[in-house]
């Protein structure tokens, strides 16, 4: 197995784009296309949160009779990601907020 197919099975039943989950393996250091090992456990962790994060910005997605409504669960998992992997929290955007243009002025 592929640190790509590793990432992408950590994901599910969540999806991204490849590029999107190649940016993260990139990001935690590892090639996408080399063999995963154990040693590789906690970088396939950081890139899985480093993707699911990423979908928090988004109330749902569909595309070809296919959706996704993204909701608590999704933070839930990247909590229990984070815990089991001794990864920081705080480093990934679990409470996004939006910023109010009315009280710009």
């Not at 640190?3 to 039943?13: D, F, K, R, T, W």
């Not at 296309?33 to 569909?62: F, P, R």
């Not at 990247?78 to 009315?102: E, K, W």
């Amino acid at each position: 197995m592929t640190n790509l197919e590793a990432l992408i099975a950590e994901i599910e039943p969540y999806t991204v784009s490849q590029n999107t989950a190649i940016r993260a393996l990139v990001k935690a250091d590892l090639v996408y296309s080399d063999t995963t090992s154990s040693d590789d456990d906690t970088a396939i962790a950081t890139a899985t949160v480093d993707c699911l994060s990423k979908l928090l910005v988004l109330g749902s997605e569909s595309e070809g009779g296919f959706s996704q409504v993204y909701t608590d669960a999704l933070k839930r998992r990247i909590r229990q990601i984070c815990d089991q992997y001794s990864l920081d929290v705080t480093g990934f955007a679990l409470n996004p907020s939006i910023d109010n243009a009315s009280n710009r002025w």
